[in-house]
């Protein structure tokens, strides 16, 4: 792994769950942790300020809209 985050989040589902899972599995769990850990990173470059609204915005149904 190439991230100090990604290790320590792995190494925190292995100490958990590390005798429930097989080595496989393992194998699989610390490669989505690596790409979770990725996209978490290129999120956080993205800046936003307070006027940046969601992507959605939530409209309420009302029976006089139909």
Do not use: C, Q
């Not at 925190?12 to 490669?31: A, N, P, S």
């Amino acid at each position: 792994m190439d991230s100090e985050e990604a290790e320590t989040l792995f190494s925190l589902v292995k100490e958990k769950y590390g005798d429930k899972i097989t080595e496989e599995e393992l194998d699989e769990v610390k490669k989505a942790v690596e790409r979770i850990v990725e996209t978490s990173m290129e999120l956080r470059k993205v800046e936003l300020g307070n006027w940046d609204e969601p992507f959605s915005v939530f409209k309420p149904y009302r029976r006089d809209d139909v």
